[in-house]
């Protein structure tokens, strides 16, 4: 992609273009090349479709066609930002389509096709973790998704990879362990971004489990909800939103009634969300 590292310098673009980043669209924008590199090679960029969210000035698209990418998919809110991506587009020759359009509400499938795809983005930070989530819990699994490269702030990206125990276990983490392989990559410092963020940043990489349990997210969310919703109580109590015998439901998956969310493995949840879906099956 020889005429997309022939474009004009990020700094340069944004002056021209007037392109500013807002905090109520939660937009902070790399613009340092060998990081967004980085990130583009981390996704697994080479050869595949990429989903990108929040493009802005274009930076780490630029870099995903620079790492080998043949087609992105780049969905962008802010109308300002679609004047700079057209710039790459033109370059990429077509291989770049911009999508304006609230990614809160984009049907993912029926933009990458049958052959599926792969996302990598720098995600806005207000929506970041609903993204997530939807990602996590289509009906169906395997997504149409073939790995997740996000970056998020550092506080989201250790709830999402958080064990059992610790004070970030929550319903993030069981949500995507549940599916997924979990891990981060790297952190990324405030001054990476313009303009910088008061927190440190940090780029996670999720790789679908093929052979997750199966068993329906509503049930697992309803789950999770109702026992991190009160997570300083213990489970006989906490769980009373989801089951009407809470402890008898506890014992039957053999986890002790007395015990907290934040003790019980991603495990313990799916078993306590498969009598969910039974009970729910039963009663209708």
């Not at 493009?55 to 809110?77: C, H």
């Amino acid at each position: 992609m020889e005429r997309v590292a022939a474009l004009p310098p990020l700094r340069d673009v944004l002056a021209r273009h007037e392109l500013w980043a807002q905090k109520s669209l939660g937009q902070n924008f790399l613009l340092d090349l060998n990081l967004t590199r980085r990130i583009a090679r981390e996704g697994s960029a080479r050869g595949e479709t990429i989903v990108e969210v929040g493009p802005g000035p274009g930076g780490l698209t630029r870099a995903l066609f620079l790492e080998g990418a043949t087609r992105v998919i780049a969905i962008e809110r802010d109308h300002r930002a679609l004047p700079a991506l057209e710039e790459i587009a033109i370059a990429a020759q077509g291989y770049l389509e911009v999508i304006e359009g609230d990614a809160l509400a984009t049907d993912y499938p029926d933009l990458v096709g049958p052959d599926g795809g792969r996302i990598v983005a720098n995600l806005p930070y207000n929506v970041a973790t609903p993204l997530l989530t939807g990602w996590l819990t289509p009906p169906t699994w395997p997504a149409w998704w073939r790995s997740l490269t996000l970056m998020f702030q550092k506080e989201v990206a250790e709830r999402i990879v958080a064990e059992p125990g610790s004070k970030a276990y929550g319903r993030l983490a069981v949500l995507a362990q549940w599916r997924c392989h979990a891990h981060i990559l790297f952190e990324v410092p405030p001054r990476a971004f313009l303009p910088p963020p008061k927190v440190t940043s940090a780029v996670v990489r999720l790789e679908p489990r093929p052979d997750a349990v199966d068993v329906a997210p509503k049930a697992v969310e309803a789950v999770t909800a109702s026992a991190f919703g009160q997570r300083r109580k213990m489970l006989r109590q906490s769980l009373k939103q989801a089951f009407q015998q809470p402890e008898a439901v506890l014992e039957a998956c053999g986890i002790a009634p007395t015990r907290r969310a934040e003790e019980i493995p991603v495990a313990g949840f799916l078993d306590l969300a498969r009598i969910y879906e039974e009970l729910g099956r039963s009663s209708s």
